[in-house]
């Protein structure tokens, strides 16, 4: 339990939530780390079974999901009376109309919070540098994401997005470890543990020749350090990973989303673009990342497919204060602390309009007296 003195100060700070595909960071502003990193996930009233937030039906089963994790958030978590808090939400802009309103509604109107500011995961990033220009690449559990930002703008018209994260490597991971131990309980659980204690990333000159005659030998077989004794072929460590950076039917891995991506940026701005790379999201946190993209990239503005139209020689990346895992939290802790009035929703006006302003549309961002003035009509969303 904190001191009285401690919660009085948290009282007068804002929350700040990361809700995640697969797990949620919160925390306070003015704070360098999450108070902690839970699972998104609830477990039903009904059925006494866990539910993934986001594998909702409908509506309404979204709506009692997010009513139950913010309960579990707020009593048992960041300890804090939900009534009268100020709230930060870090969001995709690919998240879902409904997702969104859904949201707010169940902040607004059951937890009866004083304002809420959704933002943007991608712009909220690149607080963390200092810096108003990068390429923010956001791999997380179901998706990867590539959105360009050139002087705090985010350059709509170049997002990139690919089914491509830690989902896709864990289905991988079960498939394999059936054909291996047919009659073990394989559950996502172990994979993911599997996945980060054992796997890595193949060099490029290595992938090369992996499934050839001169396929390379196998790194060695290690025994899972768990309470099942499981041996992780050599092989399956160095593939795990390598869906991530082979190109599907229409040619896109997660390196030629980069390189698109600067592309659809005005030609003026794509070398700051290539100059300034940021990578978020728990999966680029494993081992050999992101030095296989940097030769992907390097290797593929070489080729046929992009010699001509871009004329980059050299990609850097940033390496951000925090784990790449919380840094879009740590971008919302930082923007918490700035005076943000103009972006935030308030109580009172979304009882009043009961709709969610979606800020990268000019009908939310009209100028009037130098205040932001919310329509009562519908904004178009960023889907």
């Not at 009513?67 to 009534?83: D, Q, Y």
């Not at 709709?355 to 329509?375: A, E, G, L």
């Amino acid at each position: 339990m904190l001191p009285s003195y401690e919660r009085f100060l948290l009282d007068k700070q804002m929350v700040i939530f990361d809700i995640g595909s697969a797990y949620t960071k919160f925390g306070y502003t003015g704070e360098a780390t999450p108070r902690g990193i839970i699972k998104t996930e609830i477990k039903c009233p009904e059925t006494k079974q866990l539910r993934k937030v986001y594998d909702y039906i409908d509506t309404k089963d979204l709506y009692q999901l997010l009513v139950e994790f913010f309960h579990l958030l707020f009593s048992r978590h960041v300890v804090i009376c939900p009534k009268d808090a100020r709230v930060v939400v870090l969001e995709s802009l690919l998240s879902p109309t409904q997702f969104r309103e859904t949201l707010a509604k169940v902040l607004f109107r059951h937890f009866e919070i004083e304002c809420l500011l959704l933002l943007p995961t991608h712009l909220a990033t690149m607080s963390t540098l200092g810096i108003n220009s990068g390429l923010v690449l956001d791999v997380g559990y179901k998706e990867a994401t590539v959105i360009p930002i050139f002087e705090s703008e985010q350059i709509l018209k170049a997002w990139q997005a690919l089914p491509l994260g830690g989902q896709i490597v864990h289905e991988y991971l079960i498939k394999f470890m059936k054909e291996i131990y047919p009659d073990m309980d394989i559950d996502e659980k172990l994979v993911e543990d599997i996945k980060v204690r054992t796997c890595f990333v193949t060099t490029l000159e290595r992938s090369a020749k992996l499934g050839t005659p001169e396929a390379p030998n196998p790194p060695p077989a290690v025994k899972y350090p768990g309470g099942k004794s499981i041996t992780i072929p050599g092989e399956l460590r160095e593939k795990a990973f390598e869906v991530l950076f082979e190109r599907d039917n229409d040619n896109l891995s997660i390196p030629t989303m980069i390189l698109d991506a600067i592309l659809q940026c005005p030609i003026d701005v794509r070398r700051i673009m290539a100059q300034n790379i940021l990578l978020i999201g728990g999966t680029v946190m494993t081992k050999g990342f992101a030095s296989r993209l940097k030769s992907e990239l390097l290797t593929l503005v070489k080729s046929n497919l992009y010699s001509e139209k871009l004329k980059i020689q050299t990609f850097m990346f940033h390496t951000a204060p925090s784990k790449p895992s919380y840094t879009a939290w740590l971008g919302g802790a930082i923007f918490g602390t700035a005076d943000l009035r103009s972006r935030v929703l308030t109580k009172e006006n979304y009882l009043k309009s009961n709709r969610v302003p979606d800020w990268v549309s000019f009908i939310d961002n009209p100028k009037y007296n130098n205040q932001i003035v919310i329509p009562k009509t519908r904004a178009t969303s960023v889907n």
